[in-house]
T-cell receptor, first 112, second 108 residues
Framework: NAGVTQTPKFRVLKTGQSMTLLCAQDMNHEYMYWYRQDPGMGLRLIHYSVGEGTTAKGEVPDGYNVSRLKKQNFLLGLESAAPSQTSVYFC???????????FGPGTRLTVT | TQLLEQSPQFLSIQEGENLTVYCNSS?????LQWYRQEPGEGPVLLVTVVTGGEVKKLKRLTFQFGDARKDSSLHITAAQPGDTGLYLCAANDYKLSFGAGTTVTVRA
């Protein structure tokens, strides 16, 4: 099993450009999450999904959109990137039972 | 959203020394998790504590959940360079709320 994978690993965008980050998990997990991690601020939840076809806002959703068309995939979109979105983005998933979250390796995004 | 405060923010010690990091909140936790994150990687779960007063041991790591379930601590005995990393606590709900973390550096 690959666990949780994220694509791409690194990306540089110019202000105003758009992009999509892909998260895939092969553990048949119901719940999936997108976080951003900034120095001194820990992990902050952007959006999450409790099942295929469902999404919900987290702590810092503005400027991001998500979709969960397939159970194994969770996409994070930036429609018009801003320098404030420079961060490391982590995807995570878990089963519907228990609380352990499995994290991907992260995507480092820089917006200039 | 529960506010989790972790202290200290940074900790640098010599190999063989002991260390303790703390996680506190004004709210009561239903349960709490500790994760360790190494540079360039995602966090990895170390332990979940559920019962007030609970103590769990994982080799040289000891985790304690406060009696009132508002605080937790992680104690490392005889730290090794491999213990270096960012230690994060997280409070459980259907989603996790993370503290800002403690960066631990163990010098050889």
């Amino acid at each position: 099993n690959a666990g949780v994978t994220q694509t791409p690993k690194f990306r540089v965008l110019k202000t105003g450009q758009s992009m999509t980050l892909l998260c895939a998990q092969d553990m048949n997990h119901e719940y999936m999450y997108w976080y951003r991690q900034d120095p001194g601020m820990g992990l902050r939840l952007i959006h999450y999904s409790v099942g295929e076809g469902t999404t919900a806002k987290g702590e810092v959703p503005d400027g991001y959109n998500v979709s969960r068309l397939k159970k194994q995939n969770f996409l994070l979109g930036l429609e018009s990137a801003a320098p404030s979105q420079t961060s490391v983005y982590f995807c995570a998933s878990r089963t519907g039972v228990g609380y352990e979250q499995y994290f991907g390796p992260g995507t480092r995004l820089t917006v200039t | 959203t529960q506010l989790l405060e972790q202290s200290p923010q940074f900790l640098s010690i010599q190999e063989g020394e002991n260390l303790t990091v703390y996680c506190n909140s004004s709210s009561v936790f239903s349960s709490l998790q500790w994760y360790r994150q190494e540079p360039g990687e995602g966090p990895v779960l170390l332990v979940t504590v559920v019962t007030g007063g609970e103590v769990k041991k994982l080799k040289r790591l000891t985790f304690q959940f406060g009696d009132a379930r508002k605080d937790s601590s992680l104690h490392i005995t005889a730290a090794q360079p491999g213990d270096t990393g960012l230690y994060l606590c997280a409070a459980n709900d259907y989603k996790l709320s993370f503290g800002a973390g403690t960066t631990v550096t163990v010098r050889a």
